[in-house]
């Protein structure tokens, strides 16, 4: 399927077989954007082909119609911003409030809710991830967790459902058991985008380093998603040196947005919308850990050759 462009004319290459249409365009900084350069050693950075994008932190709360206005705002500030994609947190469209409400929202793909966002897309002329949507299960009393990305003409590129589900005793903290009313997916999937080769995951992913490891050297991945909803405990103790371990150990950026905040009396998330560089190294962060916003970095490709090339150890 060919990308839908809107004035694209500039390219970057990916590696030697391909290569994509990928926009580079100029744009302000918000304050709520933090951006660095990484170098190996004391070396300059070099110069580079680079595309921008954005990942959005949110409260998502049991209204779809708020949660859809929130997203619709968080967009347009970062097609402002220039970004190519924008990436949304788990469970973006809807957090439930009493059980059973997820599983009774739930839709399949080509229904409305996600054709909201389809359109959305398409009339913003933005790339689209969205983490941790209710997909309709094989019955009514499960669903999928499932990671949707939509290409700049509103038509979904790929999707992912999450594989690692989160039956977790939190200490000091609820009782969680998503394989009680969510069916676990079995693929790894990628997909080629204008930003680069995007690989996927959701939330408690994050944990199993062997889905990363083979997004990156046996699908080719460059930029890892991980959209998610962390719990505050787990968070403060885990969040950030998780992804940062996982960029290292893959030489990919990582893209982690996030829910943050108090969603009802029950449930709180961790917050901390994070870009990480293939370095390790944060390049975009929101100052405020549960406030709702976007951060935006540059996806620079000369630093992914550049750190490969000299810790080369997909040869090793």
Known sequence: MPFCLHNYRFFVRLNSNRTLPCPIRHARFTSLTV?????????????????RVAAAQMTSINDLAANFATCSRLVKEAVAEGAKLVCFPESFSFIADKDGESVNIAE?????????????????????????????????AHLRNTHVVIDDCGSIRSSYSKIHLFDVDVPGGRVYKESSFTEPGKDIVSVDSPV????????????????????????????????????????????????????????CYVIAAAQAGKHNDKRESYGDTLIIDPWGTVVGRLPDRISTGIAVADIDFSLIDSVRAKIPIAKQ
């Open 35 to 51: 951006q660095s350069r990484a170098t190996i050693s004391s070396e300059p950075a070099m110069a580079s082909n680079s595309v």
């Open 108 to 140: 399949p793909l080509d229904g409305p809710i996600m054709q909201q966002y389809c359109s959305l897309a398409r009339e913003s002329g933005i790339w689209l991830s969205l983490g941790g949507f209710q997909e309709r299960g094989s019955d009514d």
């Open 196 to 251: 680069g080769r995007l690989g996927f995951s959701v939330c408690y992913d994050l944990r199993f380093p062997e889905l990363y490891q083979q997004l990156r050297f046996q699908h080719e991945a460059q930029i890892l998603l991980v959209p998610s909803a962390f719990t505050k405990i787990t968070g403060q103790a885990h969040w950030e040196i998780l992804l940062r371990a996982r960029a290292i150990e893959t030489q």
